[in-house]
């Protein structure tokens, strides 16, 4: 299941309640920029999309065109999908096809230009690609050793590995107590 804030869980599963899957209104508490900020972010990941709003059925708008029309906010198939709900558009059955079980897989529908998301890549020369290199070396590298590298602070390479390399990397930090060293962190060598 795809990594939702509580805000955006919040807004997907009101939204999987109303007709049509309208996301508005918004939490009370989600106000000016924090509901544009969180709306764009939404909107970029594919699980919001702004579609013409009938104002003459009452449909509520998220903003205005400027020229007497507006826009509402619908929840996509994905970002249903997000909240683990599946749409009875998601996955439309073949013309002839029967509810029958079959031992066979499923065929990978994805298409060249459907690729995979790409893994998020470090820029070189940067603090982070120091970290990963130094995680990399054959002993790996203790906190105090990345601290004195990057100058960040203690909590800053814990941060770091937990949540740039693990979570958004997807890299598998491990660690082990070394010795005369301390504890050691290593990433497996590319």
């Known amino acids: 299941m795809t990594k939702l804030s509580d805000t955006q869980a919040l807004i997907l599963s009101a939204a999987a309640q109303r007709p049509e899957h309208f996301a508005l209104p918004l939490p009370e508490s989600l106000r000016g920029g924090a509901a544009a900020k969180v709306v764009g972010a939404m909107i970029a990941k594919g699980f919001l999309q702004e579609v013409d709003a009938d104002m003459r059925k009452g449909e509520p708008v998220w903003r205005e065109t400027g020229d007497g029309h507006g826009v509402t906010l619908v929840a996509t198939d994905a970002g249903l999908a ?3 709900i599946e749409t009875e558009d998601a996955n439309p059955a073949p013309a002839g096809a029967t509810d029958a079980p079959t031992d066979e897989p499923a065929p990978d529908t994805r298409t060249e230009t459907e690729a995979a998301p790409k893994a998020r890549t470090p820029r070189e020369g940067t603090k982070q690609a120091t970290l990963i ?4 070396a054959p002993d790996g590298a203790t906190i105090e050793e ?9 909590h800053t390479v814990r941060g770091a590995m937990a949540g740039a390399l693990k979570k958004k990397l997807g890299l598998e930090v491990t660690s082990e107590k070394v010795e005369n060293r301390g504890r050691v962190y290593k990433l497996p060598a590319a």
Do not use: E, F, H, V
């Open 82 to 84: 997000a909240i683990g």
């Open 133 to 136: 290199a130094m995680l990399r």
């Open 146 to 154: 990345i601290m004195a590298a990057t100058g960040w602070q203690s």
